[in-house]
């Protein structure tokens, strides 16, 4: 189906079918996924989850970048978990596979750029239709979140993390942004935008995450975080 046919199709009355058998039933789909999910990754310990770009490069500083923060993670006793595609996610599976830790990744059906990378643990591979059923994973399995640049998807899952926690939905983690060159410049707009000239925000909503430049800067962070609480992963 086409863009112009979806955009017509979704001002059209549904009919019987559609209703009762499509839609209707779309929600054991669903279920199956969270069910899944659930399963698999409620026996995987203490993790961190590593977002950015499926079009990172290999030769970009970045992917090196992800790579080492997935490496020191997992020397330090945490299972890492990515998107399960290319790029940023790549680098993360590739550094805690490569070190011997557990290696994540929740990929997602698209009609382009997403596959498998070949660094996930065979049975810590999940596929996704929606979306929104894979960030309930993330959020739920994850304490911590790396985030390296990255697009549209990126930026979701990020501002869902501090999202949630803003809200106290979920218990604050820590998130830390790697590449001030990158970052510094939405920051920036969030602090003199939606802080101070619209209040949306709160000042102490600004401590909700780290930027910082390096994989020793970012991974101390989290290890730092748990510290406090004598809390120690116990694979």
């Not at 992800?66 to 940023?88: F, H, N, Q």
Request: hydrophobic share 40%.
């Amino acid at each position: 189906m086409s863009n112009d046919d979806k955009i017509r199709h979704a001002f059209e009355n549904k009919n019987w079918q559609e209703i009762k058998v499509t839609d209707s039933w779309q929600i054991f789909k669903i279920m199956a996924e969270f069910v899944d999910g659930f399963e698999k990754l409620a026996k995987i310990g203490p993790c961190v989850s590593i977002f950015g770009s499926a079009r990172t490069s290999q030769e970009n500083k970045y992917f090196k970048l992800a790579e080492d923060c997935a490496r020191m993670l997992t020397e330090r006793g945490y299972g890492v978990i990515s998107g399960g595609g290319p790029g940023i996610m790549e680098a993360a599976n590739k550094g805690a596979f490569e070190a011997g830790g557990k290696s994540v990744g929740l990929n997602i059906d698209l009609p382009f750029e997403q596959f498998h990378n070949k660094y996930i643990d065979r049975d810590k591979n999940l596929d996704f239709d929606y979306f929104f059923v894979r960030k309930v994973m993330f959020m739920k399995y994850s304490q911590g979140f790396i985030v390296l640049p990255g697009g549209f998807g990126t930026m979701d899952e990020m501002f869902e993390a501090l999202t949630l926690i803003q809200t106290g939905k979920v218990a604050r983690f820590p998130i830390v942004l790697v590449g001030v060159d990158y970052w510094s410049g939405l920051m920036d707009w969030v602090k003199t935008h939606m802080l101070e000239q619209e209040r949306n925000i709160n000042e102490d909503d600004l401590n909700l995450y780290r930027l910082v430049d390096t994989a020793e800067e970012a991974t101390e962070h989290i290890f730092r975080f748990y510290e406090k609480y004598v809390l120690k992963p116990n694979f």
